[in-house]
């Protein structure tokens, strides 16, 4: 083999030939079956530099996987989550105490009142409600602003917890699609692109484009489920979530639960609504397992 | 990422200037990542990394974390390897929804050999995407031939590594290589690259035939 054929294919591993170089190389590993041979080793140390990096990568990313985790503290560990749980508890106790000394026999209706305006202010105040915070900003789906949580005093009916608490899934787990692509977008993409886009009717209408076998898809169903209680459509929503609620095959089969509950709320079946919410809270991949918890609470309250 | 939204009278053409935006950006990511800049795979690697997360753990049946990680992982390095091969050139389609799709593709690899149960076949029927993600369906290197290749190029010395790295992998060419590792002329780097080329072919050679 020529010092010349040992260059060309050293210079063809790494991409570095003119087009008529290339051509070549390719005829010559056609007719010539000894710099076939030559080639196919030259190629293989080259795709070992290519797998060694790999390793080197994996490597690279774990490095981040670190990093990432720990700011979103998606490791947290039980001891964490207890820490979290008994502030919530010592934090919940002493809000009686407060409500159990500032109460007394003497005490008349309208101071009563006061302090239940005063319950309500530190409720905002209060640091752990976050998402209470984060609801005022944003306007919800159905037209109505986030209301507050009302306060133990007054025990809020299903429709006010349901009020207060639904947002149609928010889906940004779905794919990245665009409009305006110069492919036209079919039904399928159109059904997520309106969603996303909180376009509720206009994805209804991109579902039933759908093929009926698509129709049929459990993890769509239940998008189709938020975008019907996102219309009001409550009844043909719940008679779709029941189903995903028992489907192994979806993976919201989880999420099911909360909206069903939250949908039950709506039409002030409270007692079914709280056995969801009970069975919900127990799953450890419920992603509202907090906020289906203080809903637990207001529905608890005497 | 994503091109910011414009106030256009025309909502269609607004979303057709953002989709041009789009595919501009992410070509001249491709571009910068085609020249070495890492910094764009750690850019795309922690900007999507949490919702491949989350989306695939809904559509796959997954207890452990770990399985959807490694996938993630071998779609960033299936994306890289194609982008660094230059095989890989040019997006009609987001990154995003291009990386989301190797991910898919991967965990169906993943979760068909492993029997568990696939949600999104239906899914995958209906998709529309670049006809460039075709090239990402090449035959994986057996384990045991990934370990004797990888094994190889660790014995090698470290210089000799280097400088066949910056040519096989980095695409660097004569004249790059001369000046970043401080040879005295293109005739040198020549030289210890075909020395080392060789080398590395011997053992691989031998190895593989003793393996």
């Given at each position: 083999?020529?010092?010349?054929d040992?260059?060309l294919?050293?210079?063809?591993l ?54 990432l985790?720990?700011k ?20 919940s ?11 007394g ?20 105040d ?84 759908m093929?009926?076998?698509?129709q ?24 779709i ?32 609504a709280k ?28 | ?11 269609q ?34 900007a999507?990394?949490d ?57 169906l ?82 030289v210890?690259l ?18």
């Open positions: 083999m020529e010092e010349r040992i260059q294919i050293e210079k063809y790494a991409h570095d030939l003119t087009t008529a170089e290339v051509a070549e190389v390719e005829r010559r590993l056609i007719s010539d079956m000894e710099f076939r041979k030559i080639f196919d080793e030259y190629k293989l140390a080259a795709e070992a530099l290519r797998l060694a990096h790999r390793d080197e990568l994996k490597s690279r990313f774990r490095e981040r996987d670190k990093i985790d720990k979103t503290n998606v490791n947290s560990t039980p001891n964490t989550r207890l820490l979290w749980w008994l502030g919530a508890i010592v934090f106790l002493l809000l009686l105490w407060f409500f159990i000394t500032k109460q026999p003497s005490e008349t209706v309208i101071n009563q009142t006061e302090d239940t305006l005063q319950v309500n202010e530190q409720k905002v209060n640091p752990d409600t976050l998402r209470i915070e984060k609801n005022n900003d944003q306007p919800r789906a159905d037209g109505n602003n986030r209301k507050q949580t009302k306060s133990i005093r007054d025990k809020a009916s299903g429709k006010e917890l349901y009020a207060a608490n639904f947002e149609p899934y928010p889906g940004d787990d779905l794919e990245n699609i665009t409009r305006g692509s110069k492919d036209p977008i079919n039904a399928y993409e159109r059904f997520q692109l309106n969603y996303v886009e909180k376009e509720y009717e206009s994805s209804l209408e991109a579902f039933n484009d093929s009926a076998s698509m049929e898809n459990d993890n769509l169903l239940f998008l189709k489920a938020n975008a019907l209680l996102a219309l009001k459509r409550y009844s043909e929503a719940i008679t979530l029941e189903r995903v609620s028992k489907s192994n095959k979806s993976g919201y089969q989880v999420e099911a639960l909360y909206y069903l509950a939250l949908a039950e709320l709506q039409r002030e079946n409270i007692d079914r056995v969801l919410l009970d069975q919900y809270v127990q799953d450890t991949r419920a992603i509202e397992q907090n906020r289906a918890r203080e809903i637990l609470k207001e529905i608890n309250t005497d | 990422m994503r091109a910011e939204v414009l106030s256009e009278p025309s909502i053409s607004s979303r057709l200037y953002v989709m041009e935006e789009v595919k501009t950006s992410a070509n001249s990511l491709l571009q910068s990542l085609a020249a070495g800049d890492m910094s764009v795979l750690d850019h795309l690697y922690d999507h990394r919702d491949f997360l989350r989306w695939a753990g809904h559509r796959f049946v997954v207890k452990n974390r770990d399985d959807l990680l490694d996938a993630w992982h071998d779609t960033m390095i299936m994306f890289y390897e194609q982008v660094r091969d230059k095989k890989l050139t040019n997006l009609t389609c987001e990154i995003k929804t291009f990386l989301f799709l190797i991910g898919q593709r991967r965990l690899k993943m979760f068909a050999r492993s029997g568990k149960l696939e949600l999104i076949d239906e899914f995958d029927a209906n998709m529309n995407m670049d006809e460039s993600i075709n090239v990402l369906e090449e035959e994986e290197a057996k384990e045991e031939q990934m370990r004797v290749l990888t094994d190889a190029v660790n014995q090698l010395p470290g210089k000799t590594r280097d400088i066949l790295i910056k040519r096989f992998r980095e695409g660097k060419n004569i004249p790059q290589i001369m000046n970043e590792m401080g040879y005295e002329s293109e005739n040198a780097v020549s210890t075909s020395r080392g080329l060789k080398r590395l072919k011997e053992l691989v050679t031998q190895r593989m035939s003793t393996d």
